[in-house]
């Protein structure tokens, strides 16, 4: 069967609109140098900004 009403351009374009998301932008942390998410805290050792760290706990195996 064929759709009752043509689906238009703009609709069709609209909808595929999220195709072209970028990806994540990392930053460097200050103090390791491993990347990280802006404002965010760092997974390796916890730095947010020189007045706020993070303790991070060891995993244990």
């Known amino acids: 069967m064929l759709p009752t009403k ?3 351009k703009s609709r069709t374009r609209s ?3 999220g ?3 970028k990806p994540v ?3 460097v942390c ?3 140098g491993n990347a990280k998410l802006p404002h965010a805290a760092c997974k390796s050792c ?3 900004n020189p007045k ?3 303790k991070l706990a060891e ?3």
């Open 6 to 8: 043509k689906t238009s």
């Open 15 to 17: 909808r595929r609109s």
């Open 19 to 21: 195709h072209s998301l």
């Open 25 to 27: 932008n990392y930053s």
């Open 30 to 32: 200050k103090r390791c």
């Open 46 to 48: 916890g730095y947010v």
């Open 52 to 54: 706020i760290t993070l």
């Open 59 to 61: 995993e244990q195996s």
